[in-house]
């Protein structure tokens, strides 16, 4: 049974604002920390004035801010109810005949409004916002950034035969992997030497590998300035690839995880981050129930802090294992979707179950 317009307005109204009152916090507070350390890493790189370390950490922040997205779900959902308790607005709901899970309905709505939201635009812009802060960070200060965790294999053919290329990192958006070592094979199969160089630029047709040395199991070890190798890989299609997952726009995973298969490149990361994307709404409405199970308790009963803090508990709880199976399904241990959902799914059902024995039980 739904609820009257003009409280269901009400009441989503004090949602949504009670939430991006506390992502705006959040925002503010890790922005401010990031400037900060930006500024200490600057010192007296030449060009590295403070606007620019504002402007580099107003780029990085809005995806390091996405992480926290559902906390702010959380607490501003607990901040909400809480409100409404302490001015006895739950009370008089109740007293008209309103139950929990009615007033309950326009915070739902919010929560699924605002992961919608989250994916569809904030995800790609946070995304766009972290590519050109990798760029800019790379300007500035002369680092690279990673791509594909710490390490990146590559199994590829070409005319000369096979090879396995692993590298330590690639450096994101571009064509270039560092430290590599190449295991070469030749068309039947057999192993040939190992290359192992500094970096690896992936050019039309071949790689060009620097700084390399060679070691064969008939010629003694040998060096060289340039290495070229054979390859019948798309640069345009590695360079794509070797962006690491939080920087690719959800719009541009789909095409993402079909160019790193066709690589050979190892695809879960990707996998894992688009349906870690599409279970956000639901793990919103996970923290929304969270929230409701240890935050309508009347304020004259007493124990209000105790749930508070079994609230703040539980999403510690859903966090550690939301981190724990994302590393899983990353690892390839587990399934992307398993991972990306399990968390989402068995944070609603225990919110649920703890609010039914609260209102019902």
């Known amino acids: 049974m739904l609820i009257g317009y003009t409280l269901a307005r009400y009441i989503s109204a004090r949602f949504l604002r009670t939430i991006m009152m506390v992502f705006a916090t959040v925002f503010g507070l890790v922005f401010t920390l990031d400037f900060v350390e930006l500024l200490r890493r600057a010192g007296d790189t030449a060009g590295?004035?403070?606007?620019?370390?504002?402007?580099?950490?107003l780029y990085r922040t809005p995806s390091i801010a996405e992480q926290v997205l559902p906390f702010a779900v959380l607490f501003g959902s607990m901040a909400t109810l809480l409100g409404l308790s302490r001015k006895l607005e739950l009370v008089v709901a109740r007293a008209a005949g309103v139950s929990a899970w009615q007033f309950l309905?326009?915070?739902?709505?919010?929560?699924?409004?605002?992961?919608?939201?989250?994916?569809?635009?904030?995800?790609?812009?946070?995304?766009?916002?972290k590519q050109q802060s990798g760029r800019m960070e790379a300007k500035i200060f002369g680092t690279r950034s990673k791509g594909l965790g710490p390490e990146l294999w590559i199994r590829q053919k070409s005319v000369d035969g096979q090879a396995v290329i692993r590298a330590e990192t690639?450096?994101?958006?571009?064509?270039?992997?560092?430290?590599?070592?190449?295991?070469?094979?030749?068309?039947?199969?057999?192993?040939?030497?190992?290359?192992?160089?500094?970096?690896?630029?992936l050019r039309d047709g071949y790689w060009e590998f620097h700084d390399a040395h060679v070691f064969s199991t008939e010629d003694e070890p040998r060096s060289y300035g340039t290495y070229l190798l054979a390859s019948n890989l798309d640069p345009s299609q590695v360079r794509q690839t070797f962006t690491p997952p939080e920087s690719v726009s959800f719009w541009k995973l789909g095409e993402t995880i079909a160019k790193a298969e066709s690589a050979g490149l190892d695809?879960?990361?990707y996998r894992l981050q688009y349906d870690v994307l599409l279970a956000r709404p639901l793990l919103f409405v996970?923290?929304?129930f969270l929230a409701a199970s240890v935050s309508l308790r009347f304020f004259r009963f007493g124990g209000v802090a105790k749930m508070v803090l079994g609230g703040v508990g539980a999403?510690?709880?859903?966090?550690?294992?939301?981190?724990?199976?994302?590393?899983?399904?990353?690892a390839g241990i587990i399934g992307s979707s398993v991972a990306a959902w399990f968390p989402a799914i068995v944070g609603s059902l225990l919110g649920t179950l703890a609010l039914l024995y609260q209102e019902d039980g």
């Open 48 to 57: 590295a004035t403070p606007l620019m370390m504002a402007q580099l950490s």
């Open 105 to 129: 309905q326009p915070g739902l709505a919010v929560a699924v409004a605002l992961g919608l939201f989250s994916i569809l635009a904030y995800n790609p812009l946070s995304a766009a916002l």
């Open 170 to 201: 690639a450096v994101a958006a571009t064509n270039t992997v560092q430290r590599p070592t190449i295991f070469v094979f030749d068309p039947q199969g057999r192993f040939m030497e190992r290359v192992e160089a500094q970096d690896g630029v």
């Open 267 to 269: 695809a879960s990361r």
């Open 286 to 288: 996970a923290m929304v």
């Open 315 to 330: 999403g510690f709880v859903l966090y550690v294992v939301t981190e724990v199976m994302r590393d899983l399904g990353g």
